[in-house]
């Protein structure tokens, strides 16, 4: 498994980062401050939140706010606050909405980004669309009626 580089997320007091997911394992570093989480498994409705489609800019982001009712209404999600020194692990496409806290302005943390490599025995495709195909063609997406 090789890392990307690691990127430093600045943000100024209450800022916002709407529904959104990553197709690799990621772990973030709070360096300062304090973020809020809100987490969604994969399963728990990903269908169901009007993400943009594979070839679009924005993908891997729902068109929905956090706000909206088909997202407050229909999935549960998990909430975490992290502080200086917590780290949070993502696995591969769970939906999250990130919220920086009005504490402290420019709150720090460091993402890294994991890629599986061939000699793991794990899929290598770059594309979104190649790496979910497993996944599309499962039976059961976890979606509640």
């Not at 498994?41 to 594979?54: I, R």
């Not at 917590?86 to 994991?114: A, C, G, M």
């Amino acid at each position: 498994m090789e890392s990307q580089p690691l990127p430093l997320w600045l943000s100024q007091r209450g800022t916002l980062s709407p529904l959104h997911f990553y197709a690799s394992l990621l772990t973030l570093t709070q360096l300062k401050g304090e973020k809020t989480f809100l987490l969604f498994a994969p399963f728990s409705g990903l269908s169901q939140c009007y993400l943009y489609p594979d070839w679009h800019p924005l993908r891997r982001r729902s068109q929905l706010s956090i706000d909206d009712e088909r997202i407050r209404n229909r999935l549960h999600a998990d909430e975490a606050t992290l502080s200086e020194g917590d780290v949070l692990i993502f696995p591969p496409r769970w939906l999250h909405h990130v919220e920086s806290s009005n504490k402290t302005n420019y709150p720090e943390s460091i993402t890294r980004r994991y890629i599986y490599n061939a000699s793991s025995g794990l899929n290598t495709e770059t594309s979104y669309g190649a790496r979910c195909e497993t996944w599309d063609n499962t039976t059961d997406h976890g979606t509640t009626g």
